[in-house]
């Protein structure tokens, strides 16, 4: 599956912690687009879509969420509860987010400008992508 749990160096002190993220290095892309979800209700799921060749890294920053991810053959649940962690999703992968934590705050970086093109928002038409692969 190409999604990856990836860990961020946390700088700090008596005073606080501080994480740098900078494209190309602990993010593999060139980041084009910055995201964020917020305030989401209970209850609620969100996603419920794949991407053809956007690169995504998910933060959450605050709070935690947790994802549902399918390539097709594989399907797994991460959790994202700590600002050092991120999730690295790369291509074919149908992604849902769920059970948001009151505080969570998602930040999502992205390879590349919004385009409706690359997104496939219909479950069956991703199944059949992921079987002709």
Known sequence: ?????????????????????????QVPFDIKRVYYIFDTQEGVRRGFHAHIELQQVAICVR?????KLEDGS????????????C????????REMFDFSD???????ASEHYDEADY????DRFKELTNAV
């Open 1 to 25: 599956m190409n999604a990856e749990l990836i860990e961020f160096k946390v700088i700090g002190d008596a005073r606080g912690s501080l994480i740098a993220v900078e494209a190309m290095q």
């Open 63 to 67: 709070g935690s969420c947790r994802f």
């Open 74 to 85: 594989e399907v797994r649940e991460v959790l994202l509860d700590a600002p050092n962690k």
């Open 87 to 94: 999730l690295l999703l790369k291509g074919l992968i149908w």
């Open 120 to 123: 496939i928002r219909d479950y």
């Open 103 to 109: 505080d969570c705050v998602l930040l999502v970086l």
